[in-house]
């Protein structure tokens, strides 16, 4: 079964100070990795996406994520964090083969203190 | 910038009432689909649609629930007679194709009272 890891709930980190949250999944198929952002009471903000290719993406808002088929992990990470970067984290995973659909982990709640 | 709109952004209802939630895809996007997410749980997938039929549903997604297509610009979520544990954020997404990033709505919070 298809499924989806995000092993930290709350994160919580400086202004100003580097920022990698975790992901791991677990999937029968090449996958296709996002991550999406929800601030309070909005929707899901795609952040940034891997389908193929070179394995470090870039994303909006500074964002990163390195893709790493050995460790079956998609790790998001950021240089230095700003107060609004503060939100809920998603990571999730699709494929082709399972019709698109995605499988999204847990979250990780980031909190930014200045 | 395109973007998925949702409509109502909240809505209350009874219990056993049947509720619409209301989605316009982006308008070259052809795979629609349907989130929810329970208040401190997962995002979950519900269904997906494509050239007018369901292409894809979740255990989740029984008999009380169905999609439609009714024009060429609205994709609605209905479920017939609501529960208490229906109470959640529903998400509609849209994507242009079947290997493309899915863009989301900003979601409707459904509370059955």
């Known amino acids: 079964a298809q499924s989806v890891t995000q092993p930290d709930i709350h994160i919580t980190v400086s202004e100003g100070a580097s920022l990698e949250l975790r992901c791991n999944y677990s999937?029968?198929?090449?996958?296709?990795l996002f991550w999406y952002v929800q601030s309070p009471g909005q929707g899901l903000q795609l952040l940034l996406k891997y389908f193929s290719g070179d394995t470090l993406v870039q994303g909006i808002k500074g964002f990163e994520a390195e893709f790493k088929r050995s460790q079956s992990s998609f790790n998001l990470r950021k240089p230095s964090v700003h107060w609004s970067d503060a939100a809920e984290y998603f990571c999730a995973v699709g494929a082709k083969e399972y019709g698109n659909k995605l499988v999204f982990g847990a979250g990780t709640i980031l909190r930014v203190k200045s | 910038e395109p973007e998925v709109t949702q409509t109502p952004s909240h809505q209350v209802t009874q219990m056993g009432q049947e509720v619409i939630l209301r989605c316009v895809p982006i308008?070259?996007?052809?795979?629609f689909y349907w989130y929810r997410q329970i208040l401190g749980q997962k995002v979950e997938f519900l269904v997906s649609?494509?050239?007018?039929?369901?292409?894809?549903k979740s255990e989740i997604f029984d008999d009380q629930f169905s999609v439609e297509r009714p024009d060429g610009s609205n994709f609605t979520l209905k479920i017939r007679s609501t529960k208490l544990e229906d109470s959640a954020m529903y998400f509609c997404?849209?994507?242009?194709?079947?290997?493309?990033?899915?863009?989301f709505g900003q979601g409707t919070r459904l509370t059955v009272v």
């Open positions: 308008s070259n996007h052809l795979y």
């Open positions: 999937y029968g198929a090449t996958p296709y």
């Open positions: 997404a849209s994507s242009e194709l079947e290997d493309t990033e899915a863009f």
């Open positions: 649609f494509y050239n007018n039929e369901i292409s894809e």
